[in-house]
């Protein structure tokens, strides 16, 4: 039985349907079959059906399986039910039980094992990288899409390699990084052309395109521009691009309006608004008629692009609503399921000694009731303090709108600019001292230097811009790995940590709070948490958040 399932999950990439209808046929039989048997066909079916687009409204058929192979079966078997399990909660709408299955699956997955289910783990970091972009956390978004190239490449799919390079175009186009943009669209159209695929070699170029216009390099664009539109295969005879990929209208129309093509601009403009793009195509066409200089127009269509930007920071408010709620009820159950454990522990480890010590038994039982009453008060804090933010966010938000109803666009742009200026200014002096890392570690050095100091201003919320950007952080991993040369190279070089992860221990370092983390990653607390026992277990082998901090700070302070 064992290798006729073998063979049909062989065929459930190509033929999912097939696969279901041979495994239907054993329905009936698999109740005389031994656990195992039985289990290796749940599993199987499981990955069949959600192959075939089948939607689920509970974990609790796939949990059930998850916990037979936990201490069953092989590596590959561990970690396809890990993947199938964070399918499930994707699909319920639970992003972080997700993330963490997802992780659990890499951590059994054996990849040294000439038998290594590849297959299975590309399908692992492709959907971590999608719930990273959701979280607007690029960062690791880049780190996931990158084991999923590695994955793929040992598949020996060279044409599919060279598409799953194609999607770090996404997470680097999000950090502002259009040079390497440039230089990904160009590797991958140069590798599929080779492989003999100018279709989708030619489908890579709407970025291409838009940066290049943007840079005033009408020549380079109408070059892509022709290419995309005469061999990418996503336009009819009429000329009328695929369902789906309107968003290029948006694009042609700002080559033409750089062109000075202004009617022909308007038109394009005009046609992205009836396909959904209302903020761009708005924006588009207020920009045409500034060129036109007719103020009757400029002004309807400000407050057209107004009112589309106010859908859009509603929809963005919503989504967040969403994932916090998500994050709090993931919060919640993991805490209710520590304390469970925690209490069955401790009642199984006194059992025996509560004969002989009654006095004992009263002091622990005071202990547990006195921990749980502290949990559920860090808890409201948090809840209170995330409310507060909540609060702040949305008051910045409505300051911000009445600010660009009330300002007038063009100074607006000339003060952003001039804002843009000074903190390149500033955060070029950031970084104390030379280049050169030092060849002792000196962590009172590290605390005192000027990047720390912003840090700690972001925190307290004195400053100006409390969210770090790119640069900032950036100068905070230069300062630590000239300070802390022997620290920054077991934790960025030995330890391989994440981008989050090594942020998340330097300010752990520096004794911030978890909340305080969160708020200068721009995260959910739920992602911080699961960065921190990420981390905790490359670094100290040891599973769990909370003991990470107390790790470090007797690793580095000997405390």
């Not at 981008?499 to 370092?509: A, D, F, G, R, S």
Request: aromatic content about 10%; overall charge neutral; some cysteine.
């Amino acid at each position: 039985m064992r290798t006729e399932l073998q063979n049909i999950d062989e065929i459930i990439e190509t033929g999912p349907d097939v696969a279901l209808t041979l495994l239907d046929k054993y329905d009936q039989k698999k109740g005389g079959w031994s656990k195992a048997d039985r289990m290796r066909y749940e599993l199987i079916r499981t990955k069949a059906l959600y192959k075939t687009g089948v939607k689920v409204q509970s974990d609790s058929a796939i949990s059930e399986i998850v916990n037979y192979f936990e201490h069953n079966g092989n590596s590959n078997e561990r970690v396809l039910a890990q993947y199938l399990l964070g399918k499930t909660y994707s699909m319920m709408g639970e992003a972080p039980q997700a993330l963490q299955a997802y992780y659990d699956a890499i951590e059994v997955a054996d990849t040294l094992k000439s038998d290594c289910n590849f297959n299975t783990l590309v399908s692992v970091y492709g959907q971590m990288a999608n719930i990273f972009h959701q979280q607007n956390l690029p960062h690791d978004e880049i780190w996931a899409l990158n084991h999923y190239v590695e994955c793929i490449k040992h598949l020996g799919d060279s044409i599919e390699s060279a598409v799953a390079q194609s999607q770090l175009i996404r997470p680097y186009y999000l950090l502002g990084e259009k040079d390497t943009v440039l230089q990904i669209i160009h590797d991958s159209y140069r590798k599929l052309c080779q492989l003999g695929e100018p279709k989708r070699a030619a489908g890579l170029l709407p970025s291409a395109i838009y940066i290049y216009t943007e840079r005033g390099q009408l020549n380079d664009a109408h070059r892509l521009m022709t290419d995309f539109e005469n061999n990418s295969g996503l336009f009819d005879e009429k000329g009328e691009i695929t369902k789906g990929r309107e968003h290029y209208y948006y694009t042609k129309g700002i080559y033409e309006l750089a062109a000075g093509k202004v009617d022909s601009a308007e038109l394009y403009f005009r046609k992205v608004i009836r396909h959904g793009y209302l903020s761009d195509g708005y924006k588009g066409l207020l920009s045409v008629y500034r060129h036109k200089n007719a103020l009757d127009s400029i002004i309807r269509f400000s407050i057209l692009y107004e009112n589309a930007q106010d859908s859009l920071h509603n929809k963005m408010q919503i989504d967040a609503t969403h994932r916090m709620s998500a994050m709090y009820d993931y919060s919640r159950t993991q805490k209710e399921l520590e304390e469970e454990n925690h209490k069955t522990r401790t009642a199984r480890m006194w059992i025996g000694v509560i004969l002989f010590l009654v006095g004992l038994s009263v002091i622990l039982a005071t202990h547990v009731y006195k921990k749980i009453q502290r949990n559920k008060r860090e808890q409201i804090n948090k809840l209170d303090k995330a409310l507060v933010k909540a609060k702040d966010e949305y008051t910045t938000l409505q300051n911000e709108l009445q600010r660009l109803r009330n300002e007038d666009y063009v100074s607006l742009i000339a003060e952003k600019e001039q804002k843009i200026q000074e903190l390149r200014q500033t955060i070029a002096s950031l970084t104390d001292g030379n280049d050169l890392p030092s060849s002792v570690d000196d962590l009172e050095k590290f605390e005192n230097s000027k990047i720390v100091a912003v840090f700690n201003k972001k925190k307290d919320f004195k400053s100006d811009n409390p969210i770090p950007n790119k640069a900032e952080w950036r100068a905070l991993e230069i300062q630590f790995s000239k300070d802390m040369p022997t620290y920054y190279k077991i934790l960025a070089k030995e330890k391989k940590l994440s981008p989050l992860e090594l942020h998340t221990c330097i300010l752990l370092i520096l004794e911030f709070e978890d909340g305080a983390i969160a708020h200068l990653a721009n995260a959910i607390p739920q992602t911080i948490t699961t960065a921190k026992s990420r981390a905790n277990w490359k670094i100290f082998n040891e599973k769990g958040a909370q003991t990470l901090k107390f790790e470090l700070q007797r690793l580095i302070r000997g405390k």
